[in-house]
């Protein structure tokens, strides 16, 4: 299990008119001529696991399973499933080929994987407003429409190789 949160408050303020150059603070300003601020926070959740398997030293196979979570998705698509397998045979192990002298290791491999992406930004599946001012007054302005629907991308990926050594385990793969 992980869980991660970022948390982050930022304060900006500049100011003109500083009596010399050994006075650069905003306090020795004699004049405020800007300022901002602004905070963000964002976590994940996850829990995974894998199982490794392996039946007479010559025939592999490996499972993960992912289950994450990210509060920058919407309510119903805050927790993405990903899984992952590989099959392997060790060739080279079995009784046919094993007292080769010339082939040392020939391994057969594959795998499946799907991985999430959370790369979006914070709160971007919320309706936001902010602060701005209309007529000499206050007023709030949509400064984003919500998206609920945001989910996690998914990426999908196959390989396949072969390991192979010759002459005592000169090895080379593809």
Same mark, same amino acid.
């Given at each position: 299990?992980?869980?991660?949160?970022?948390?982050?408050?930022?304060?900006?303020?500049?100011?003109?008119? +500083?009596?010399?150059?050994?006075?650069?603070?905003?306090?020795?300003?004699?004049?405020?001529?800007?300022?901002?601020?602004?905070?963000?926070?964002?976590?994940?959740?996850?829990?995974?696991?894998?199982?490794?398997?392996?039946?007479?030293?010559?025939?592999?196979?490996?499972?993960?399973?992912?289950?994450?979570?990210?509060?920058? +998705?919407?309510?119903?698509?805050?927790?993405?499933?990903?899984?992952?397998?590989?099959?392997?045979?060790?060739?080279?192990?079995?009784?046919?080929?094993?007292?080769?002298?010339?082939?040392?290791?020939?391994?057969?491999?594959?795998?499946?994987?799907?991985?999430?992406?959370?790369?979006?930004?914070? +709160?971007?599946?919320?309706?936001?407003?902010?602060?701005?001012?209309?007529?000499?007054?206050?007023?709030?302005?949509?400064?984003?429409?919500?998206?609920?629907?945001?989910?996690?991308?998914?990426?999908?990926?196959?390989?396949?190789?072969?390991?192979?050594?010759?002459?005592?385990?000169?090895? +080379?793969?593809?």
């Amino acid at each position: 299990m992980s869980f991660e949160e970022s948390s982050r408050k930022r304060q900006f303020v500049a100011g003109t008119g +500083f009596p010399s150059d050994d006075l650069q603070t905003v306090a020795s300003a004699s004049e405020i001529t800007s300022g901002t601020s602004s905070r963000t926070k964002y976590n994940f959740l996850s829990y995974f696991g894998r199982a490794t398997f392996s039946i007479l030293d010559k025939y592999l196979v490996k499972g993960s399973l992912r289950y994450d979570g990210s509060s920058r +998705f919407g309510v119903s698509n805050k927790y993405g499933l990903f899984p992952a397998a590989s099959v392997g045979w060790i060739i080279s192990e079995e009784d046919f080929i094993k007292n080769s002298e010339s082939i040392s290791l020939l391994k057969l491999r594959g795998s499946y994987g799907v991985t999430g992406n959370a790369g979006i930004g914070n +709160f971007a599946s919320l309706g936001l407003f902010g602060g701005s001012s209309y007529n000499k007054s206050v007023a709030l302005t949509p400064a984003q429409l919500p998206n609920q629907d945001l989910k996690w991308e998914k990426t999908k990926q196959i390989d396949v190789g072969l390991d192979f050594g010759i002459l005592n385990n000169l090895e +080379f793969n593809l």
